[in-house]
């Protein structure tokens, strides 16, 4: 008897904590913000062209996500980047978050106000925001201030890992700056990595710029059935006047070296096997 006691007593304190932790959470979800700026008007037109994100209106009155979700519903889905930046700032005047500093950034850069749109992705990576730095690194590549969207790509790398920044400082290298072998350890430090546009990339460099057709075609072949169908490939390959003999060292290659984290093991189906 007593050990049942014990049991629904226990059951007790952990239906209690539980009760505890859900008026926490609700309490969390309940947290109101109160804006600075006016929230903007009511826009039936665009109501009935992006109504998902519309249905927020009523919470962004308190909510800056919501109020965020409805600018990126403008800039995304509407292409009106004005409307977009007036939610955007609305947002911002309850709560700055990163990743409304990150569309902000975004939005200006698409209307070319460069200036404008630095300072509001300087602002995102202040608070945290980690897909910024493409942006603001793509904004100083269309900007052709290569050497400063290197340097943030870099940045953006070592915080995110995430090995498209890598690809991307490779493509300045290679396209815009015209030096290959540097653009080659950048492609393969993102391929070494699994990087699938690298892989593309170091093939059409080795193919295109540094006369290495064996190693073009391995690159390619890698990635059949990884991103690619096997006839694609094969056509690029045959395209590019590759012989057999060649594209076949070139399936050995990336079947057999450590250099390829991504592989492909199955049959070429050339005409002569």
Do not use: H
Not at 17 to 23: G, I, L, S
Not at 158 to 177: F, M, V
Not at 207 to 221: E, G, P, R, T, V
Not at 235 to 241: A, D, Q, S, Y
């Amino acid at each position: 008897m007593s050990r049942l006691i014990k049991i629904v007593l226990i059951g007790i304190v952990a239906l209690s904590f539980t009760a505890c932790e859900n008026n926490q959470t609700t309490s969390k979800k309940e947290v109101k913000y109160i804006a600075s700026l006016p929230m903007p008007e009511w826009d039936k037109e665009a109501k009935s062209r992006i109504d998902n994100y519309w249905s927020q209106w009523n919470d962004a009155k308190t909510d800056p996500s919501a109020a965020t979700k409805i600018g990126y519903a403008y800039s995304e889905e509407l292409k009106d980047y004005d409307k977009a930046i007036k939610w955007y700032k609305y947002s911002n005047s309850m709560k700055p978050t990163g990743t409304n500093s990150n569309y902000m950034c975004y939005a200006y850069q698409m209307k070319k106000d460069y200036e404008t749109a630095i300072k509001w992705c300087k602002n995102a990576i202040d608070l945290g925001n980690k897909e910024v730095y493409t942006n603001l690194g793509d904004m100083y590549f269309n900007m052709k201030k290569y050497d400063k969207s290197i340097a943030v790509y870099e940045e953006g790398y070592k915080k995110t890992k995430n090995t498209d920044l890598l690809t991307n400082i490779a493509y300045i290298y290679d396209e815009k700056k015209k030096n290959y072998k540097t653009a080659e350890e950048w492609y393969k430090k993102a391929s070494t990595k699994g990087n699938m546009k690298a892989y593309q990339g170091l093939s059409y460099l080795y193919f295109s710029k540094l006369d290495k057709k064996i190693k073009s075609s391995a690159y390619a072949i890698a990635l059949i059935e990884n991103k690619y169908s096997k006839n694609s490939v094969i056509k690029i390959l045959k395209e590019r006047n590759f012989s057999n003999e060649t594209i076949k060292k070139g399936y050995e290659l990336q079947l057999n070296s450590d250099e390829f984290p991504i592989k492909y093991k199955g049959k070429l189906g050339l005409d002569d096997e």
